[in-house]
């Protein structure tokens, strides 16, 4: 059984930092591409960046240039910093896990796996 594991977030001030974790157990992390999610109140779960098992990123076009995400096989973990943050990236962050490329190229999970996210609020 797979399982994702997120921690980081937490409330931080307008141009703040924070740096996401998401760790990967029950599989070799380099088998699946992760991507990164985020869920605003009252809005619908939408996908903010993704990598896959070669390390070839994408990004929203709204946090190019602030976030970055990155993975570490060997510690079976991915990460997403985030830079520069505004108050519309406020949202519950979920990681998933799928072999699918398609998780990265449209933020559609179709045979993957989700973690149970994690609470990022960014006041004005």
């Known amino acids: 059984q797979v399982q994702l594991v997120e921690s980081g977030g937490e409330l931080v001030q307008f141009g703040g930092s924070l740096r996401l974790s998401c760790v990967v157990s029950?599989?070799?992390?380099?088998?699946?591409?992760i991507g990164w999610f985020r869920q605003a109140p009252g809005k619908e779960r939408e996908g903010v960046s993704c990598?896959?098992?070669?390390?070839?990123?994408y990004y929203v076009d709204s946090v190019k240039g602030r976030f970055t995400i990155s993975r570490d096989n060997a510690e079976n973990t991915v990460y997403l910093q985030m830079n520069n943050l505004r108050p519309e990236d406020t949202g519950l962050y979920y990681c998933?896990?799928?072999?699918?490329?398609?998780?990265?190229?449209?933020?559609?999970?179709?045979?993957?796996?989700w973690g149970q996210g994690t609470q990022v609020t960014v006041s004005s």
């Open positions: 990598i896959m098992s070669d390390e070839t990123t």
């Open positions: 998933a896990a799928d072999p699918d490329w398609r998780l990265c190229t449209s933020y559609t999970v179709s045979s993957g796996f």
């Open positions: 029950g599989y070799a992390l380099d088998y699946y591409n």
